[in-house]
């Protein structure tokens, strides 16, 4: 069993629609969210960044994290064709340290 | 500011072969990354440098693969020999390094095996 699960999707929505993105994984010492986004043929970008707990609203994104649950999710609000690409959810137990990614979710937001 | 820089984009050998890959990091980023990326699947770390040293190296496939960060700046990897399996995409990513969570990401380079 991997670390951290992700489904690969893909997760086609019409635009202005809201996005979900979520994530589990099994290893408790985790204390750092990220989610980052790619674009095909490009390397990742951060996203959102959560430490421990807790909710993060950052424009039409929103991460949350649930570490009792072992769970952390992404919004995405009003969703625009150009929020077209792979989602990935990534993790790590200290700040500048290995990150354990998730598979990557595609998303296709259709005008 | 430019990004991090990585060099070739894209690398097509036959197995048996060795190869190499560059990556240039951010100005002033003192960690320096390489991630293996498979179709369809997340990057997975290989190696993690703190200015020239090899701080964490334990998923490095050490028979075939070696990296080094020389002066602490730029970095190369290489593969030799190659094997088929060894096709995916290689990518190195900077971060200005303790307490910093952000890793900027090159490119990457796409390597097919044939």
């Known amino acids: 069993q991997k670390e951290v699960e992700q489904d690969p999707g893909p997760l086609s929505v019409p635009e202005g629609a809201i996005v979900s993105l979520n994530c589990t994984y099994s290893?408790?010492?985790?204390?750092?969210f990220m989610w980052y986004r790619q674009y095909s043929r490009k390397g990742p970008e951060l996203l959102m960044y959560?430490?421990?707990?807790g909710n993060k609203e950052d424009g039409r994104f929103t991460a949350q994290v649930d570490k009792s649950s072992k769970y952390i999710s992404l919004f995405i609000r009003d969703s625009q064709p150009s929020d077209s690409a792979t989602y990935l959810c990534?993790?790590?137990?200290?700040?500048?340290?290995?990150?354990?990614f998730g598979a990557g979710t595609q998303v296709v937001v259709t005008p | 500011e430019a990004g991090v820089v990585q060099s070739p984009r894209y690398k097509i050998i036959e197995k048996k072969q060795p190869v190499a890959f560059w990556c240039n990091p951010i100005?002033?980023?003192?960690?320096l990354y390489w991630y293996l990326q498979n179709l369809g699947q997340g990057p997975e770390l290989l190696i993690r440098?703190?200015?020239?040293?090899?701080?964490?190296d334990s998923q490095l496939p050490k028979d075939r693969f070696s990296a080094e960060r020389l002066k602490g700046v730029d970095s190369t990897l290489k593969i030799q020999p190659a094997e088929l399996g060894d096709s995916a995409v290689y990518l190195c990513?900077?971060?200005?390094?303790?307490?910093?969570?952000?890793?900027?990401f090159g490119p990457g380079t796409r390597l097919t095996v044939t």
């Open positions: 990513a900077s971060s200005k390094g303790q307490g910093s969570y952000e890793q900027y």
């Open positions: 290893n408790s010492a985790f204390q750092y």
């Open positions: 959560t430490y421990s707990s």
């Open positions: 990534a993790m790590s137990v200290d700040s500048w340290g290995k990150l354990q």
């Open positions: 100005s002033g980023h003192n960690t």
């Open positions: 440098y703190e200015n020239e040293e090899a701080v964490d």
